[in-house]
């Protein structure tokens, strides 16, 4: 996923990926990670931008391997979107598919396939509510389906390893 934001570009990436367990030596890089939450407001009102720096930025850490970090962005985002909206619950998938994500690095698979069905019926459940008409929410713009597909093929596998982690930028540019 490219990110198109010239906030977000630039936007230092994290100098080493934090992995609870095997990263004991080092905490993680909080100094950069909290460049990225500085931009998030305090409350998104009516919906969360598809373009806004800290989304983008939050998901192209996961797909860059940074799963610990892309949670702790994501986070800070779903915090301040609006209460019961769309793009609450798609982005409580990406955090689901992070977290999945560290799981598979941390050769975890059950743990892996549990989240990834969690962050398939998120999908599901955000996609059943789609509004008559798109905007430029997180929620409108995002390739939600062909995510949901990509789960649905993971968690079909017999068996989950390293290599099955999911880029969320992969199913297409928002």
């Known amino acids: 996923m490219r990110i198109a ?5 630039n936007l230092p990436l994290p100098g080493w990926a934090y992995v609870p367990g095997e990263t004991a030596d ?8 909290w460049q990225a939450k500085a931009l998030v407001p305090a409350q998104f009102f009516g ?18 391997g940074y799963f610990w970090e892309s949670q702790e962005v994501l986070e800070a985002v779903w915090a301040a979107a609006p209460q019961r909206g769309r793009e609450r619950v ?20 059950h743990a892996t396939a549990r989240l990834f069905g969690e ?5 599901s459940d955000m996609l059943a509510r789609r509004p008559p008409t798109p905007g430029d ?3 409108d713009r995002f390739p939600a389906a062909a995510l949901a597909t990509l789960l649905k093929a993971k968690l079909a596998q017999a068996a989950l390893s390293k290599a099955d982690w999911i880029a969320i930028g992969s199913v297409g540019v928002i």
């Open 90 to 109: 798609l982005l409580r998938a990406c955090i689901q598919i992070a977290n999945a994500n560290l799981k598979l690095r941390m050769q975890k698979p």
């Open 47 to 64: 919906y969360v931008p598809a373009r806004h720096p800290a989304l983008r930025y939050g998901i192209a850490l996961n797909d860059a």
């Open 119 to 123: 962050a398939l019926n998120a999908i």
């Open 137 to 139: 929410g997180f929620a």
């Open 5 to 9: 934001s010239s906030t977000a570009a």
């Open 26 to 33: 080092a905490e993680a890089d909080h100094d950069t990670l």
